[in-house]
């Protein structure tokens, strides 16, 4: 499922709950694992010396990778490779990605405390809209769990939510978790009609046929845990937030818009609130469009 594995660090305690994600899962899967730290070369005033800062900022990285070189080396990973690029983060990391054709990208995120809390982080919030390979996002201050006993799938039936399904479904099968899916309606989307029992009854019949076909989806691919769950409430990512926290769920999975026009720049805006705050890890899974 995951045989290379792409872990962006820039050295801080941050990064820590994600390193510890990308070796557990380089484990797992028998992955191999490339290390980067990438040297920021854009804002340094021209009256500094800028070799004496770069060999200074590659030392750095170099001690961070080094760092990752020795965790690894406590577990069973066949394949570990660091490395230093020089530039704009994100498209540095996108770059390696597309170099080493990589299927997962693990990242860090900003804590989730203050003002921080409502921040993605540029870097990790641009990768997230650009890369082709699934992205993990892990809060600096998670308290991280794998193997994975819970895995939820939130599902609207669309076709972003179908390629999370698939993945969400290899995740689960490859760490013996329960599946947990979760559909959502919102009732902002239907205002005061969705008081009448007709449009009730309407809804909740929709609701209902995208959780039993997300189910037997799953069912036939051989999870023999799963359990579907139908919400109502006038927030979705805050929904998800509640399931998650009543059911003791350590991973989400959750789809992202297709990469053509303006939407190659969208995450969606239920998956990018839900990135912001969520207390577990985040595997966000892109719907690649058919060509036309």
Known sequence: M?????????????????????LALAETYDA???????????GIPARVAKDELFDALESEGREAIENIHKQASRADIP?????????????????????????????GTHGRTGVERQLLGSTTERVMRRADAPVLTVQADEAT????????????????????????IDVAGANGASLHLLTVVDRGDFGINLRSD??????????????DDATA???????????????TGTSIHQAIRSYVEENDVDLVVLGTHGRTGVDRYMLGSVTEKFV???PVPVLTARKTPTES
């Open 145 to 168: 769990t794998h193997p994975y006993r819970n895995v939820l799938v939130p599902t609207d039936g669309s076709d972003c939510a179908t390629d999370a399904l698939e993945l969400g």
């Open 198 to 211: 007709e449009r009730t009854t309407e809804v909740n019949a929709a609701a209902t046929d995208v959780v």
């Open 217 to 231: 989806v799953a069912e036939r691919a051989g999870i023999e845990s799963v359990s579907g769950t139908i919400e």
């Open 2 to 22: 995951f045989d290379r594995i792409l872990l962006p660090t820039d050295g801080s305690e941050a990064v820590q709950p994600a390193i510890e994600q990308a």
């Open 276 to 278: 912001r705050t969520s």
């Open 79 to 107: 394949h570990v490779e660091g490395s230093i690029a020089n530039g704009t983060p994100y498209r540095a990391i996108l770059k390696r990605a597309d170099e080493h054709d990589v299927d997962l990208i693990v990242m």
């Open 32 to 42: 191999s694992l490339y290390v980067l730290h990438v040297v920021e070369t854009a």
